[in-house]
T-cell receptor, first 117, second 112 residues
């Protein structure tokens, strides 16, 4: 099975711009989660989508949004970029949600490295 | 809320040494516990998992046992290799919160 894919792998934007990142989960996985990874804050959970519905959300401002399509692919959008948004954005997919002990392990993509200048 | 605490790194070892990376957690319920590994420039790879008390997860020579009484999930390997050099993350999912929680990561450096 193909793993989780993320596009683009690298992105350079300037302050004030907006950006859209894409994630294709492992075939059959219906849950997609997004994370921001920075040296200072570590891995921080952004949100999780399951069957096209946002199920959980982390503590990020409304500039960060996402959506999931009927084929489980997901996009994340960041509007009005700030310097502090520079990070590695990771997408993870799983068969089940957090409470599903059998199928709740997450599989991560390689990430999108976003640099805001 | 839930939390995960990992030992600070970097951990520096010689090849074939024994590895322990400590991880303790706080959760209101009974979460699933995970160890992930991240190599430079890559995403996280699932290393092993345990879903209930006394479960032992194992993979590629790494092991970790879900200890509910001490709320710990320490990662061990009997003989590390240079190729094990990476950052290791302890994580939990479930257990009263739907927000996945990750530790800060522990960098492991293995010298030949």
């Amino acid at each position: 099975k193909a793993g989780v894919t993320q596009t683009p792998r690298y992105l350079i934007k300037t302050r004030g711009q907006q950006v859209t990142l894409s994630c294709s989960p492992i075939s059959g996985h219906r849950s997609v989660s997004w994370y921001q990874q920075t040296p200072g804050q570590g891995l921080q959970f952004l949100f999780e989508y399951f069957s096209e519905t946002q199920r959980n959300k982390g503590n990020f401002p409304g500039r960060f949004s996402g959506r999931q399509f009927s084929n489980s692919r997901s996009e994340m959008n960041v509007s009005t970029l700030e310097l502090g948004d520079s990070a590695l954005y990771l997408c993870a997919s799983s068969l089940g949600l957090a409470g599903d002990r059998v199928y709740n392990e997450q599989f991560f993509g390689p990430g999108t490295r976003l640099t805001v200048l | 809320g839930n939390s995960v605490t990992q030992m600070e790194g970097p951990v520096t070892l010689s090849e074939e040494a024994f590895l322990t990376i400590n991880c303790t957690y706080t959760a209101t319920g009974y979460p699933s516990l995970f160890w992930y590994v991240q190599y430079p420039g890559e995403g996280l790879q699932l290393l092993l998992k345990a879903t209930k008390a006394d479960d032992k997860g194992s993979n590629k020579g790494f092991e970790a046992t879900y200890r509910k009484e001490t709320t710990s999930f320490h990662l061990e390997k009997g003989s590390v290799q240079v190729s094990d050099s990476a950052v290791y993350f302890c994580a939990l999912r479930g257990g009263g919160s739907y927000i996945p929680t990750f530790g800060r990561g522990t960098s492991l450096i293995v010298h030949p």
